[in-house]
């Protein structure tokens, strides 16, 4: 099970004090917040991608290249990925090189985007979301796949003996996560692929995200990629911490309150129990992460959202340290019971290539025993 | 929130139920009072269990959902039961030339595609009968839009027709309404739960395949 934060990276005014960080400021305090994330014992970081104000992560694999340099053990992941308005070919060309330059600690999650202007800007149209999404990840799947491509399609201009360098670091691809919140065709194609699913779970109730989980876990067993629970999922969260309970709640209120995606709707208290929200103690928020097991299954990879509604730094940093040191390890320990064996783990580059490895030598150890048999029937 | 009337036990034992959506907001109601008329008339002639849904007692969680995407569980019990209803009956005061910009909410927030199919019966209150053509320029073509089949019979109320004098004429029209929407009702196939629906996926070979014919 991995543990991690992701950031959507929005410039917004801190509501209590009226300041705005500036563009840079946010960047760096990014950065601050990934490298914090490793010192606290976390797996994961991943960054949203945006290409409007008020959000700076426009060039996620510039960013996490940096974190990569400054960082030993994290995951650099996506949340999400544009895989409608980005070239599938600079996709696979950005993240391989990341993956090289990082040593295989990158992942990356699939994205529709559902901001309507962004996708003329990029020459696309948003009506043509799911089909986008469909034909270009069906591209970037094969060019980390085969060395040599051919390809045509409706939505770029053909290929002809094309090959995307640099390859997949070891001849691996990245782990990719396929994020939804709300389509049943995303489940479908990450069930197709055997990819991972990731259900940003955090704004609406958990009865919609059960339906949708599910049909991805069936449809994955379907496609032959093993059992519904061996599927791979990953969920999201929201929390706010202090060691008392009505601390976190009176801090974090006006935040709450002026938030840029549900703000001026329901109260905190409201919010808190309909979604995955959680702000009180860290005991708090052990007990209600543990409740997504019973809601979801075992699964593979938890992510946080700490650092949106204009919270500083400061804060954010010890909002960490409080989930680094005092949530993650029991939720770790807690997790893993009863955890059945044949659940899998969270994905890494390493646990990739020894599958690759295996399943090689397995093919093969069944290529020479069929042909073994027929020296036999020959002889 | 709901109050259900006439027989219990409806689904269990195979009766048809319509959903009654009213925008009233004073207590007593004249809007409440005639969808209770209709509720009443088009359960006797369906054989049909009524339930009555107050927007009033939602209106908050209503317009939560507009902010935050997602219902509440009470405004969620709500749709859950107006787009499972066999049939549906929707009154509305009259304001600012119209329906209420309450009611307008309710059906905003429910999904464009949860009433294709269902029979309707409209109806409105106002002051004065200057308004009722809002039943055929306003709340006909919401329910066209969202591919609901509306009983030719729509009600309207005036406060004159609450006085005595005017209330056979407007006793008439509540039956002939309800005959209307009874028919429709008890001539369509029973409807399941939506909550046991399972997620509706194309399989993805479909989906690739689509690409490629049109490409």
Redesign the interface.
């Known amino acids: 099970m991995q543990f991690g934060i992701f950031t959507v990276g929005d410039v917004t005014t801190d509501p209590t004090t009226g300041r705005t960080p500036s563009e840079h400021e946010r960047i760096k305090a990014m950065v601050a917040i990934a490298q914090k994330a490793e010192e606290v014992g976390l797996d994961v970081f991943a960054t949203g991608e945006h290409h409007n104000p008020p959000f700076v992560p426009s060039s996620p694999t510039t960013m996490l290249g940096y974190i990569a340099a400054r960082t030993d053990r994290l995951i650099l992941s996506t949340s999400t990925t544009l895989i409608t308005t980005n070239d599938p070919v600079k996709i696979a060309e950005d993240f391989a090189m990341l993956q090289h330059l990082a040593g295989g600690r990158v992942d990356l999650m699939m994205g529709r985007g559902n901001t309507g202007p962004v996708y003329p800007w990029f020459g696309k149209d948003i009506r043509q979301g799911i089909p986008l999404a469909v034909e270009n990840y069906a591209l970037l799947h094969k060019l980390w796949r085969e060395d040599v491509v051919d390809w045509a399609g409706r939505f770029r201009t053909p290929l002809q003996s094309f090959t995307s360098t640099p390859r997949p670091l070891d001849g691996v691809p990245p782990f990719v996560w396929h994020g939804s919140i709300r389509s049943p065709e995303i489940a479908e194609q990450a069930a197709y692929y055997g990819d991972g699913f990731f259900a940003n779970n955090i704004f609406w109730p958990k009865e919609h995200f059960k339906r949708l989980i599910g049909l991805y876990r069936d449809r994955f067993a379907h496609y032959g990629h093993g059992t519904p629970e061996q599927a791979i999922v990953g969920l999201g969260g929201q929390v706010f911490m202090r060691r008392n309970s009505q601390d976190a709640v009176r801090e974090f209120r006006p935040y709450f309150d002026n938030a840029p995606v549900y703000g001026h709707g329901p109260s905190l208290e409201e919010f808190t129990d309909q979604t995955p929200l959680t702000v009180g103690s860290p005991q708090e928020v052990i007990e209600k992460t543990l409740t997504f097991r019973e809601s979801f299954g075992d699964y593979q990879r938890q992510l946080f959202l700490m650092d949106h509604a204009g919270l500083p730094l400061k804060t954010v940093l010890e909002q960490l340290d409080l989930l680094g040191e005092e949530v993650v390890p029991v939720l770790r320990e807690e997790f893993a019971k009863g955890r059945p064996a044949q659940v899998p783990d969270g994905p890494t580059h390493e646990a990739l290539v020894t599958r690759r490895d295996r399943e090689e030598a397995e093919a093969q150890a069944a290529a020479t025993a069929s042909s073994d048999e027929a020296e036999e029937v020959r002889a | 929130m709901t109050t259900f009337d006439a027989n219990t036990g409806g689904r269990a034992t195979g009766r048809k139920r319509i959903a009654v959506v009213t925008a009233g907001l004073s207590k007593p109601s004249s809007t409440r009072l005639l969808a209770d008329r209709l509720a009443a008339a088009t359960g006797r002639l369906a054989e049909a269990d009524t339930q009555v849904i107050e927007l009033r007692e939602l209106a908050a969680e209503i317009?939560?959902n507009?902010?935050?995407?997602?219902p509440?569980?009470r405004l969620?019990e709500a749709i859950d039961a107006v787009t499972s209803a066999d049939g549906l009956i929707a009154v509305t005061p009259v304001f600012t030339g119209s329906y209420s910009g309450l009611f307008k909410s309710f059906f905003d927030v429910i999904d464009k595609d949860a009433l294709a199919g269902t029979p309707v019966l409209i109806g409105a209150t106002g002051g004065t009968a200057r308004h009722s053509l809002v039943l055929e320029h306003a709340m006909r073509p919401l329910f066209a839009y969202l591919r609901a089949v509306v009983v030719p019979t729509a009600v309207y109320a005036a406060s004159e027709d609450w006085a005595s004098g005017g209330e056979t004429a407007l006793a008439a029209r509540v039956e002939r309404a309800a005959a209307e929407l009874a028919a429709l009702v008890a001539a369509r196939p029973g409807r399941q739960g939506s909550e046991a629906a399972?997620?509706?996926?194309?399989?993805?070979?479909e989906?690739?395949a689509?690409?490629a014919a049109?490409?």
């Open positions: 317009a939560q507009m902010v935050t995407g997602f509440g569980p969620r399972p997620e509706a996926v194309v399989p993805f070979e989906q690739l689509a690409l049109e490409g």
